[in-house]
């Protein structure tokens, strides 16, 4: 297929993806932020909302404190963010339009929908009550696409790209989210919050729809490190690095399959994946978090370009 | 205008045309409300599947719907067939044409086309002198616009050789109405259109360089998203299943046109563009150009690959080369030509000149080059201020113009605010040249003008299209 074709498809599941990721954090931080503050602290979930959705940067550059409104506003609606909902949305729709062709009608019909609604939502809901719902429209808009794409296209390559999209974006997002939370996460936690944390727990679950398998996969109340263990090790969760390491392996595998050859990429993401496999969470911890976190965000930008470098240019 | 022919009513308005028997019987059925309410769905459902078309020059209008009628154009199968017989012979005709012009001259020696309307018309490429194209084909893809006056009478009033569009309309226009109005479907039984897309597909393969011997690579160059029909580039590469590129999409190595592929470069034989031969190469045309791929013509001239159209057919969508269009299809056929043209006159030549700056506000007067319905005079509806204006530049350069008499195009029923009323409308069949002929499918697109007593059917001036029937029986 051409280069262009693959490279659009990528970052238009990417962008949705996005999109669906930056909709979850603003809810689960609507969520934290209505509590009594006895239950979640001091500290600032909106600026820890900027800063997860990694775009802090550009974002103090306007504003000087984060609030709900502000932070809100430049997640979701601005035409300033380059990565905001509103323009991952844009975005999305753009590249989707450049490649109609390698698109199903009801991928197409998905997106575009989304695109038309989209305007209907104006600069931004008033109140709290519409941007409930227009978050929850953004998930929907995300999971109807993501299930039109997998229920509809052809098992080829298009596919295969358009799914190397989806996790390598969310393998970023859920390192992301890891990398600002961390210090909630480490063992012996209580010096950093105590069980106050039980909220911030919940939240980081439930921004990346982890909070019901989390019950399913542990049975236990949350703990903070078996927090980390089902978003960085467990495969079963579809939002976690190694989960999305699977598929991404998986995938560049069918394409190397498909296309007779192995490449950088094949080669790269495979060693990340044997890293993620042969890892413990004691290990982890003993090595240090953060700087675990730390790593796979590099490898998984590195991995990045050198799909970019083998296939889409 | 009272006089226009209705396609449904004929001339006097009383007694309903056969074709039409079903319809008008359906038509009255039908609650007018019912009409209204398919007609917003209708829209829906063309700005979901985004059918959508840019109007140049208008700020906020990069995608626009054109407006679609609800109520289809019926022929009867007798129609179509004479039709088809000479829309045959014209696209015959018109290739013939273009071969010789680029070729002997035979055409130009026995002094039926004069020499300076070929070699000063800007859409003539001396780049194409004496080549050949495989199969010596150079219109594959022609839109032949078509009037009706009257129950026999059919003109060409244009032909389109270069990069004709539209097509997407009339295979979409028919999807949307089986899925409005299938108990219509089941009272009719209308020829389908839907393997235009195989038939194009069999067309491109059919044209490709003599020399490939696997399975042609065909593709669709369209200058990108941008463009105003970039729509329907983009639904017809997904319909013939061929990768729709863009020129960065390509490049030439050695005189051999390749595509960058997720594996490596892949070679091209045949190109369907929707780029005009002034984009389609910098190095050979305009040099400004992003949209084209540098050293394509060198490919093109080295036979290493198809172009469709061919580079030059341009000549042939002139106005004024339109007007020697019987004596064309005469010299190279020996037949009289089947399709009449509107009579023309050719502003270049001093006594017609003279009869149309008298004339003015009874004619329409056309730019030679000119396309879309920009630039044109509608005598009978322009203001006397218009046609003053008009005079003017008409008089510095006679020879950018043609006139031709007003016709009063066919009308057909049309769902308007005021419910169902006369409008009328033209038609642009497709018609198909491979190595192994002509193939036409049964219908193509009819524009109506919305407008009450508007002759202007162009979707750029507010035109709207319809399914076009052709009966099967």
């Known amino acids: 297929m051409l280069s262009r074709t693959a490279d659009n498809l990528y970052w238009l599941s990417r962008y949705v993806e996005r999109a669906e990721y930056l909709a979850r954090i603003l809810d689960a931080t609507q969520r934290l932020s209505a509590l009594p503050l006895a239950y979640v602290g001091t500290g600032n979930e909106w600026e820890s909302a900027v800063l997860t959705a990694g775009c802090a940067g550009s974002f103090f550059k306007t504003y000087e404190t984060a609030t709900e409104e502000n932070v809100t506003d430049y997640l979701a609606f601005s035409t300033a963010n380059p990565s905001s909902i509103r323009n991952c949305f844009e975005m999305a729709r753009g590249n989707a339009r450049a490649v109609r062709t390698a698109l199903t009608g009801e991928m197409w019909d998905a997106i575009n929908g989304t695109w038309l609604e989209l305007k209907r939502f104006g600069t931004g809901p008033g109140s709290r009550e519409e941007t409930s719902r227009f978050l929850r429209w953004v998930q929907e808009s995300s999971l109807r696409f993501d299930g039109s794409a997998y229920r509809t296209m052809l098992r080829n390559d298009a596919y295969w790209f358009s799914r190397l999209g989806v996790y390598m974006e969310r393998a970023d997002n859920t390192a992301r989210i890891l990398d600002v939370k961390y210090h909630l996460l480490l063992p012996d936690n209580e010096r950093v919050g105590g069980p106050l944390d039980y909220f911030q727990w919940a939240a980081i679950l439930r921004s990346v729809s982890a909070l019901t398998s989390y019950h399913w996969v542990y049975r236990e109340s949350l703990k903070p490190w078996l927090v980390a263990d089902l978003l960085i090790l467990k495969e079963e969760m579809p939002r976690s690095l190694a989960s999305c390491y699977e598929a991404i392996v998986r995938n560049l595998d069918a394409i190397a399959t498909h296309y007779g050859r192995q490449g950088p990429s094949q080669r790269q993401a495979r060693g990340v994946r044997t890293r993620l496999q042969n890892s413990k969470m004691d290990g982890i911890f003993q090595r240090g978090l953060h700087e675990f976190i730390g790593e796979f965000i590099t490898e998984n930008n590195r991995l990045g370009m050198a799909i970019t470098e083998q296939f889409l240019q | ?473």
Not at chain 2, 269 to 285: E, H, K, N, S, T
Not at chain 2, 350 to 376: A, I
Request: hydrophobic residues 40%; charged residues 25%; contains cysteine.
């Open chain 2, 1 to 473: 205008m009272s006089s226009a022919f209705d396609e449904m009513k004929g001339h006097d308005g009383t007694a309903v045309r056969p074709a039409y028997g079903e319809l008008d019987r359906w038509l009255k059925e039908v609650p007018p409300d019912v009409l209204d309410y398919r007609r917003r769905e209708a829209e829906l459902i063309f700005r979901r599947i985004g059918i959508t078309f840019a109007v140049y020059g208008e700020a906020d209008a990069t995608e626009r719907l054109i407006p679609f009628d609800v109520i289809p154009r019926i022929m009867a199968a007798e129609e179509w067939r004479r039709l088809e017989k000479g829309l045959t012979q014209r696209v015959n005709a018109l290739n013939l044409f273009i071969k010789d012009v680029y070729g002997d001259r035979e055409i130009l020696r026995a002094g039926i086309v004069p020499e300076d309307m070929i070699f000063r018309n800007p859409a003539f490429r001396p780049e194409m002198n004496g080549q050949t194209v495989p199969h010596d084909i150079y219109v594959q893809i022609a839109g032949i616009d078509i009037i009706r006056v009257d129950a026999d009478t059919f003109y060409v009033l244009e032909d389109n050789a270069r990069t004709p569009s539209g097509v997407s309309y009339m295979l979409e226009n028919r999807e949307i109405m089986m899925r409005l109005f299938p108990e219509l479907f089941s009272r009719h039984r209308i020829a389908p259109v839907e393997n235009y897309p195989d038939e194009l597909l069999a067309t491109l393969r059919s044209v490709a360089p003599r020399s490939t011997s696997r399975e042609p690579n065909v593709v669709l160059l369209t200058p990108g998203v941008y463009n105003s029909a970039y729509y329907e580039h983009s639904f017809l590469a997904d319909k013939l299943g061929v990768e729709l590129v863009e020129g960065r999409d390509l490049f030439v190595k050695d005189e051999i046109v390749y595509m960058r592929t997720t594996q490596g470069p892949q070679r091209v034989d045949v190109i369907y563009r929707r780029v005009d031969d002034d984009f389609i190469d910098p190095l050979a045309f305009r040099p400004d150009s992003i949209l084209g791929v540098p050293g394509l013509m060198s490919a093109y001239t080295a036979g290493n690959v198809t172009l469709a159209n061919a580079v030059g057919t341009g000549i042939a969508d002139d106005k004024a080369i339109y007007s020697f269009m019987p004596d064309i299809v005469k010299f190279y056929l020996g037949e009289e030509p089947l399709l009449k043209n509107v009579p023309t006159w050719r502003c270049r030549e001093p006594e017609h000149l003279s009869y149309v700056l008298d004339h003015l506000p009874e004619l329409v007067v056309k730019e030679v080059h000119g396309s879309g319905g920009y630039g044109m005079l509608i005598g009978p509806s322009a203001s006397k201020i218009a046609i003053e204006q008009f005079r003017a530049k008409l008089k510095t350069a006679p020879d950018n113009f043609i006139a031709q008499p007003t016709l009063a195009l066919s009308t057909s029923p049309t769902c308007v605010e005021q419910g169902v009323a006369p409008r009328h409308v033209d038609l642009r069949p497709f018609v198909l040249t491979g190595s192994n002929g002509v193939r036409i499918v049964p219908g193509g697109l009819t524009r109506v003008a919305l407008k009450e007593g508007s002759l202007v059917v162009n979707s750029s001036q507010g035109g709207g299209t319809k399914d076009t029937w052709v009966l099967d029986k």
